[in-house]
């Protein structure tokens, strides 16, 4: 399963990690994913999404 956001698809980022010194290595930025029980097609189902499409709106939460 990849770590992907199942509403929008943000996937990790690359970039670097620099040192006081401007030494520059590799590193990943991670995607905040929660699972959340959304209700998708009337029915209850746990999905990976990211925080950001959760405080916007665009999954509907199902109630427990």
Do not use: E, P, Y
Not at 35 to 44: D, F, M
Not at 45 to 52: A, E, H, P
């Amino acid at each position: 399963m990849a770590r992907a956001c199942d509403v929008c698809g943000k996937k990790r980022m690359v970039g670097n990690n620099v040192s006081h010194a401007n030494n520059k290595t590799k590193r990943i930025f991670a995607v905040n994913l929660q699972t959340v029980r959304a209700q998708i097609n009337g029915a209850g189902q746990r999905i990976r999404v990211c925080t950001r499409c959760i405080r916007s709106g665009a999954v509907m939460k199902k109630a427990s």
